[in-house]
């Protein structure tokens, strides 16, 4: 495989996936008071959201340093590597995408580097690095790769809800969502991802209307190629989702993932999402 495919730890990209496709993950890292970790790296899922709940401490996040990513590319760049496709987090969420562009400058290799700029997170950006990784293995050039990623943006849809917005708020990646603040006690925030930020879609009482809504939004796409369900801390809850929606896209093909540590300190516990990828 000659034209390497790079993410960030945001992607939240089953652990399989990511090595049967030879995708890399840059972390981002997590700080609870002086603590630093790397983002599935030095902390792993159960620990976090262990330590978001009970540990009396919310954490903060941090983007990879532009060194981060140079360190990256030079690594790959020795591997007979053609071409770089390095695809991240929508920069109105976090400084990655920046980082990786002056990654990119530092870095000194030889061979292209494309960064390009999701505008979503989680799986919603994972199914487009899924696809260029496949494209990848499947022999497409560089340019094609590029071409088809910033196609796929406008495919994905993507819409979840939270079972609070205190995580959200207190890390300040509400945006346009803002707008539920203050109307919102006692039930769930259903939002969407568009135009880099988050949307807001309006709430459900209970997780079992926001399971209903998730499916009636499922409903709505047309030719998906792909599919995942995402979880923070209800993996039950997912499998249930994903049972509901198998009559729109086989079980058995659905990317179960779960939040990592820096999108779990933003979602916090009991958030669940739906991503599609429409062909």
Known sequence: ????????????????????????????????????????VDINKETFFHRLIHGGIHPKT??????????VYRELAKDNTTG????????????????????AKLSGVSCPIE??????????MGLIIKAAAVASRSGKKLGEIVEDCKN????????????????????????????????????????????????????????????????????????IADFSVIHSTTPETAHKLADMLSDIFPKDQTILAQLGAVLGTHGGPGT???AYRES
């Not at 034209?3 to 945001?10: F, M, Q, R, W």
């Not at 770089?84 to 990654?103: C, M």
């Not at 209307?209 to 939004?217: D, S």
């Open 1 to 40: 495989m000659t034209i390497k495919i790079v993410t960030d730890s945001t992607a939240d990209l089953p652990a399989d996936l990511v090595k049967n496709l030879g995708i890399t993950v840059v972390p981002l890292y997590v700080h609870f008071g002086t603590e630093v970790f790397r983002d599935g």
């Open 84 to 103: 770089i496709v390095s695809i991240h987090i929508s920069s109105k969420f976090s400084g990655t995408y920046q980082s990786a562009i002056e990654g």
């Open 272 to 274: 669940l999402w739906v």
């Open 152 to 223: 796929s943006i406008p495919k994905i849809k993507l819409m979840g809800f939270f079972d609070t917005l205190r995580y959200v708020q207190v890390g300040g990646r509400l945006g346009k969502a803002k707008i539920l603040m203050g109307s919102l006690l006692g039930v769930k925030p259903v939002l969407t991802v568009a135009d880099g930020e988050y949307q807001p879609c309006g709430r459900v009482r209970n997780t079992a209307k926001g399971l209903e809504r998730l499916v009636e939004f499922a409903k709505t796409g047309k030719n």
């Open 115 to 124: 960064v390009i700029d999701s505008r979503l997170l989680s799986m919603g």
């Open 62 to 71: 941090s983007q990879p340093s532009p060194e981060d990513f140079a360190n």
